[in-house]
């Protein structure tokens, strides 16, 4: 087998940074949202098969969270007020993104492409593991609106509703859920969010 740059292209992920229009406490780059996006499409997905009676397959949602940016390495990160501005655009936008995966798929050995290249694209998914992906991804979105709101920064205020307005127009129970049980505890100090013992020991 030959040598691949496809992981040597992925892992480049760190360097392109979100939320480009913005003017950002910490920036956020592509490969940590990734991540956190796949953490939270998992956790949505577990709470929609515990609780809610579904079917949701875990390893796929994960692995497509994971990757579902992935295009990006590509195209760049295109502001949302752009991308979704023009129904025209946004179509044409999202033809670039599928030659985007296909290119970055073409890297991969011919005997490892089938295994993985589904993921960068979404199509082992059907729609409502897609939809989980997404809402998962809008989680993030808001998660960064409320650390920047945390840290002082009035930017991410419109963001932020627009977001929340998104994530409710969803109507999924599973996000509902990761509402009220866990996005409170991201306004949380550290001490508030493990309290240690004020005592001091000699």
């Not at 796949?38 to 497509?64: C, D, K, S």
């Not at 994971?66 to 129904?87: A, F, M, Q, R």
């Not at 996000?175 to 508030?192: G, N, R």
Request: proline share 4%.
């Amino acid at each position: 087998m030959g040598q691949s740059s496809f992981f040597a292209m992925l892992f480049r992920m760190k360097y392109i940074n979100r939320w480009g229009l913005m003017r950002n406490t910490r920036w956020e780059n592509l490969s940590e949202h990734s991540l956190e996006t796949a953490m939270l499409a998992h956790i949505l997905a577990v709470i929609g098969n515990r609780r809610l009676n579904r079917q949701y397959p875990l390893e796929h949602i994960v692995l497509h969270a994971l990757y579902h940016d992935c295009s990006e390495i590509l195209t760049g990160d295109l502001p949302t007020p752009v991308k979704y501005d023009n129904p025209a655009l946004h179509g044409s936008y999202k033809d670039v993104e599928r030659a985007a995966c296909d290119r970055l798929a073409s890297l991969l050995p011919s005997d490892l492409r089938d295994d993985v290249a589904p993921y960068l694209s979404g199509d082992r998914l059907d729609a409502d593991s897609r939809r989980l992906v997404k809402a998962a991804d809008r989680l993030s979105a808001l998660i960064k609106c409320i650390e920047e709101e945390k840290a002082g920064n009035r930017e991410f205020s419109q963001a932020k509703k627009a977001t929340e307005s998104a994530l409710s127009a969803m109507n999924m129970p599973e996000v509902s859920i990761f509402l009220s049980e866990f996005l409170p505890a991201f306004s949380l100090t550290l001490d508030e969010l493990e309290p240690r013992s004020k005592e001091v020991k000699a």
